[in-house]
């Protein structure tokens, strides 16, 4: 079971990485950048949206903006729906994870800015306290829906407040039968005590336990028939590729088969301290001392890029055809984030060691990504309209040792997974791909409409360009990748670039 990560947030975790900056860095005094993606992309802008498809992207409340983070003032946050409304993003599932007063201050502060900004950007409540539920934590469910869910911008589906649970099925004992009781005799009456009626889409992992087969499905949509209008799993480490995108196809047909709603999930890359609790590579920094349980540079698991986006997309395009789209997440950089901006370490957020370089941007995927939003939502494939070009890789190949750090390397959770440009390109006509990776120069051609393109990379510049009729027609240049480490790093960079007619 993967779990959010900002349980471990009141630990003063320190970062690994540095082959850009250290650990005792201080935040930049340089201006912020406004992160919002242009209103101008490389497709033709379509509207006609079909009714109910909305995508959301899950939130890290006790993570917040990342210029400030909770404690933020409701400026920062009205940044963060500015931003995400910009990638075609329509909402966010909150992550509740404690019945506390930071909580709510954190909750309150966003809806107050969902409000001012009066655009339409919806928020609903994603429950998540884990296997500590006992009264205080239905009590904390009961209030908050008494006090949003009538809000003008909580998510209303059928006319009811959407709320999820994130692991529901394993909150009593790990056992998918106590907690399906547990929710069945607890907090249903709870509930309707004080008066909500609510659509609920728990979001659970006995299926992915059980090795995703049919049975499972199959088992888990029974379980929950009487008490849940739909479900939602996370498979955040196995899709696109592992057998993740099998298991959502599975799930999406049972639903519907079932007559229940489904809630489907794609992410952009993923890192995690496989089997902990906490993600190791914050809690270690040389010069401290390596305790036992922080002896592991954790588990990587390979998206892609924009060819892992791509099958994630036509998996839902042309198989689940969900009600709803979740990615994940918006801000968890713990784990797995799409925020589009520069550099976590940049601005104070709870980022602790990190050293500056050690996050990478997601521009590049996010701008890709509202492509396909678009797609989805209006259910036609946009028209490219301005040639353009995308990459994501990580900047240091799996075959080097990090010299400052004693631990094993990161493992990797889906191999295989190899030293690779992952290169996108949105174009009007063939063109050819010029590549320039390290001291290697490739020429590829490549058609009109999304194609994807894998270069093996060699350390040093990473330079793309696109050729047409014998002229060069756009050119842009991606981090370098590094020939040494001092400690690991499996955060992809991305970027793009767009010529505009």
């Not at 009714?51 to 404690?71: E, H, L, Q, S, T």
Request: with cysteine.
């Amino acid at each position: 079971m993967l779990i959010p990560s900002c349980r471990r947030l009141l630990l003063s975790a320190a970062l690994i990485l540095g082959i850009a900056g250290t650990a005792a860095e201080s935040t930049p005094e340089t201006p912020e950048r406004d992160f919002r993606l242009p209103e101008r992309t490389f497709f033709k802008p379509d509207r006609n949206f079909q009714p109910g498809r909305k995508v959301f992207a899950w939130y890290m409340v006790c993570i917040g903006p990342y210029n400030g983070g909770w404690d933020a003032p409701v400026e920062e946050y009205k940044k963060q729906i500015r931003i995400a409304q910009s990638m075609g993003i329509d909402g966010f599932g909150l992550d509740v994870m404690r019945p506390d007063q930071q909580y709510r201050d954190a909750i309150a502060k966003i809806f107050q800015a969902a409000r001012e900004l009066n655009s339409g950007f919806k928020l609903f409540f994603e429950f998540d306290y884990g296997n500590r539920m006992h009264q205080e934590q239905v009590a904390n469910m009961v209030e908050l829906l008494k006090e949003y869910g009538t809000h003008e911008n909580y998510e209303l589906y059928q006319g009811r407040p959407l709320v999820g649970y994130y692991g529901v099925d394993l909150v009593i004992e790990d056992n998918p039968e106590k907690s399906v009781a547990w929710w069945r005799d607890t907090v249903i009456p709870a509930l309707r005590e004080a008066k909500l009626d609510i659509f609920f889409i728990p979001t659970t992992f006995m299926q992915a336990r059980k090795g995703g087969s049919q049975e499972a499905v199959d088992q888990a949509v029974e379980m929950w028939r009487d008490i849940a209008q739909g479900m939602s799993i996370w498979q955040i480490q196995l899709s696109p590729f592992g057998g993740g995108l099998k298991l959502l196809e599975r799930q999406a047909q049972a639903q519907h088969r079932a007559g229940k709603t489904w809630m489907t999930t794609i992410s952009f890359h993923y890192w995690w301290a496989s089997n902990r609790s906490v993600p190791t590579s914050w809690l270690w920094m040389p010069g401290k001392e390596l305790k036992p349980e922080f002896a592991t540079n954790g588990t990587y698991y390979e998206h892609g890029g924009g060819k892992g986006l791509e099958l994630q997309w036509k998996s839902i395009l042309e198989t689940q055809h969900p009600e709803w789209v979740m990615i994940l997440t918006w801000n968890d950089f713990n784990e797995s984030y799409i925020e589009p901006i520069d550099d976590y370490k940049n601005y104070p957020n709870g980022a602790s060691d990190a050293p500056r370089g050690w996050y990478q941007p997601m521009v590049g995927l996010g701008e890709l990504n509202r492509y396909y939003i678009q797609w989805y939502k209006t259910g036609v494939q946009p028209e490219i309209t301005a040639d353009s070009l995308f990459y994501c890789y990580r900047t240091s190949s799996r075959e080097l040792k990090a010299s400052e750090d004693p631990r094993p390397p990161v493992k990797v959770g889906n191999e295989p997974a190899g030293d690779d440009l992952y290169l996108t390109t949105a174009l009007t006509a063939p063109a050819t791909l010029k590549v320039q990776s390290g001291d290697r120069i490739t020429e590829h051609p490549v058609p009109a409409g999304i194609a994807q393109t894998v270069v093996p990379f060699q350390a040093g510049p990473q330079r793309f360009s696109l050729w047409r009729d014998g002229r060069e027609i756009l050119k842009t240049e991606g981090a370098p990748v590094v020939d040494s480490i001092r400690f690991y790093s499996y955060w992809p960079t991305t970027g793009y670039a767009t010529v505009q007619p």
